[in-house]
């Protein structure tokens, strides 16, 4: 395994023993919202203090983008993190949130680490060779279109904005399926398409520390992932489809003439 992704790996884990930790005692924990509908807590920090030192003592030079504490460094060498993907989840106490860190070298994701702190479901991939869970390699489901198939989604509560274009992409997407999920993690969700529990996923306006990590998951799976106009640009516009190579194909082939012209961007 390469140690890079064993750096990942650990450090998952200690994050994911501060979440899990936390889990009972949600009614006294310190909560600010960043945004309508979206919180911090004070695990999110912790959790994420506890990623960087783990995969500093390490690599020292490398820099890191998080979700709580922005962008640090200028290393070709970044590290992408989520510290609790699916907070909103965790003050309910609805067990679908997870941890994800990914390693971009040069523009391109190289590692990647979802962890379900919950179930302890570890989802890891580097670049070429392979994901797994729990060291089990993962394939995607050969779902031939969109007939029968399970997809996963996610509302896009952050930019409401485009409410009426996604409850128009689900409409045209909903009536071929066997359904669809909206759990509330898009690294699990993604996580789980690379396992074979979903055979296809979509959503608008996610930030790149949420899927990062899933994306490489996806592909070394033998997934697709592309934004809304089929290109590479997902980690930047946030608006991602994924799934293996047929599903992907139709659910771009459905929703592209529902799409206004800044989400083909």
Do not use: C
């Amino acid at each position: 395994m390469q140690p890079m992704l064993n750096t990942a790996i650990s450090a998952a884990r200690k994050a994911g023993n501060i979440i899990g930790r936390s889990v009972d005692r949600v009614d006294s924990l310190t909560i600010t919202s960043k945004a309508q509908n979206d919180f911090v807590t004070e695990v999110d920090q912790k959790a994420e203090i506890a990623i960087i030192e783990t995969i500093s003592r390490a690599y020292p030079s490398h820099s890191f983008l998080g979700e709580e504490s922005g962008r640090t460094g200028d290393s070709e060498y970044l590290w992408i993190i989520d510290p609790l993907d699916g907070t909103t989840n965790f003050l309910h106490g609805f067990p679908q949130f997870a941890v994800s860190i990914a390693l971009e070298h040069k523009g391109e994701i190289t590692q990647g680490v979802v962890y379900d702190p919950i179930s302890q479901d570890l989802f890891t991939a580097s670049k070429g060779e392979g994901a797994q869970l729990n060291n089990r390699r993962l394939r995607v489901t050969k779902q031939k279109g969109l007939q029968g198939a399970l997809l996963g989604t996610g509302f896009p509560f952050k930019q409401q904005q485009h409410l009426d274009t996604y409850l128009e992409t689900f409409k045209a997407l909903f009536p071929d399926t066997a359904g669809i999920r909206r759990p509330g993690s898009a690294s699990l969700d993604l996580a789980y398409l690379a396992a074979g529990r979903i055979d296809g996923f979509w959503e608008i306006g996610l930030n790149s520390w949420d899927i990062a990590a899933g994306v490489l998951l996806v592909k070394e799976a033998g997934g697709m992932v592309g934004d809304f106009s089929g290109g590479d640009e997902y980690l930047k516009t946030g608006n991602v489809v994924a799934g293996n190579l047929s599903v992907y194909e139709e659910i771009l082939k459905r929703i592209a003439p529902l799409l206004p012209a800044e989400l083909k961007k």
